[in-house]
Structure formats: C-alpha cells, structure tokens
C-alpha cells in the first residue's frame, strides 16, 4: 500500500489549498480514508474521513472550512481547505485501514505529509 500526498504549500490567512492523497497497492477503492496533522510540538489530530458509503466526518475546528472528498476511480482523496488560519500550519497526512469505515485506531498505512504553513 502506498499513499503520496501533494498540494502542501505556503499561504495567506484566509487563503485556500487543495490536497490530494493518491493511493495504490490495493483493488478496492471504496475503503475509507482519513486526513491527519501534526503541528510542531503537538500530537497529531483526526482532521477528517470518508467512509465508503460516503459518509463524513470533520474535527471540530475545521468544520464549514473543510471539505474532504474521494474519486475512486482514481483512488484519490482530497482536502478541500479554505479559509486558512495559522492555527492550520501543520504537516498533513493521509491514512487508511482498509476497511470500509474508519474509526480510531483503525488506520494501518500512512502517507509521508505535506506541509501547510499559513501566515497571519
């Protein structure tokens, strides 16, 4: 399983970015999938996931600013962010379990990140 995330960068607060996750090494594409962060110094938290029925769910302080979505024909996950605050700077990653709803703990593959820094 490999998992390469893209679309990291430097923006404005207030600005937007669009991540994309692109999975391989495994048939099915409708498994879920999650988006996590860490920022320096602190644990790395739950951004958001889509389970295969395409159900969402977002952390709270991303909420009506993010937007994850999934194309499985291309097995490829997104991270629609606007709205960018400092408080988003983090390295961002993606991860699944191969299962088809995600939950805690459940996450066994992870991407290598990209970084998002957002400046006041």
């Known amino acids: 399983v490999q998992l390469v995330e893209s679309g990291g960068g430097s923006v404005q607060a207030g600005g937007s970015l669009r991540l994309s996750c692109a999975a391989s090494?495994?048939?099915?594409?409708?498994?879920?999938m999650g988006w996590f962060r860490q920022a320096p110094g602190k644990e790395r938290e739950g951004v958001a996931s889509?389970?295969?029925?395409?159900?969402?769910r977002y952390t709270d302080s991303v909420k009506g600013r993010f937007t994850i979505s999934k194309d499985n024909r291309k097995n490829t996950l997104y991270l629609q962010m606007n709205s960018l605050k400092p408080d988003d700077t983090a390295m961002y990653y993606c991860?699944?379990?191969?299962?088809?709803?995600?939950?805690?703990?459940?996450?066994?593959?992870w991407g290598q990140g990209t970084q998002v820094t957002v400046s006041s």
């Open positions: 090494g495994y048939t099915d594409s409708n498994y879920c």
């Open positions: 991860a699944t379990g191969l299962l088809y709803y995600c939950y805690t703990g459940s996450y066994k593959y």
């Open positions: 889509i389970n295969s029925d395409g159900s969402t």
